[in-house]
């Protein structure tokens, strides 16, 4: 289902409580989402929709990814972006990391550890911030 997209700071600045099997839904919800948006949008995080879960949705080449529990954990080469997001207003500053390992949960809740670089980790962060109560 497409979901209305939050945009109220207050909300997005709080951060997510752990997803778990039960909030698989939300993630499906997120996908429909990003989809209805496509022209304007990379990622999105459950908080952008109104729920507060680590759970995040991203364009990852051709494919539309979900994770519950995103955890980056380790990062490397550091660089300085202007992003925008859906969200919000404008661009604004943000230190991102060239490549990047995320631990995460599929959606059958199996744990694994991934490798990202470019485009894709640094819409992950992104959506992992969002996760994190951080508004860019």
């Known amino acids: 289902m497409i979901r209305p997209i939050?945009?109220?700071e207050i909300i997005l600045a709080q951060p997510c409580d752990e997803a778990t099997l039960a909030d698989v839904p939300v993630a499906?919800?997120?996908l429909d989402?990003?989809?209805a948006h496509a022209s304007t949008c990379v990622g999105m995080a459950a908080n952008m929709i109104g729920v507060r879960k680590r759970i995040i949705?991203?364009?990852d080449g051709a494919a539309?990814?979900?994770m519950l529990n995103p955890e980056v954990v380790s990062a490397a080469?550091?660089?300085?972006?202007e992003e925008g997001c859906l969200s919000l207003?404008?661009?604004r500053p943000a230190t991102r990391y060239k490549r990047i390992k995320v631990r995460y949960q599929d959606l059958a809740g199996k744990q694994r550890t991934e490798s990202f670089t470019g485009w894709t980790a640094q819409i992950i962060q992104h959506e992992v911030d969002h996760c994190n109560g951080i508004v860019i």
């Not at 080469?77 to 972006?81: L, M, N």
């Open 89 to 91: 207003t404008g661009k």
């Open 64 to 66: 539309r990814r979900a």
């Open 77 to 81: 080469g550091p660089y300085q972006v």
């Open 6 to 8: 939050m945009t109220s």
């Open 33 to 35: 989402t990003l989809a």
């Open 57 to 59: 949705v991203f364009v």
């Open 28 to 30: 499906q919800d997120l």
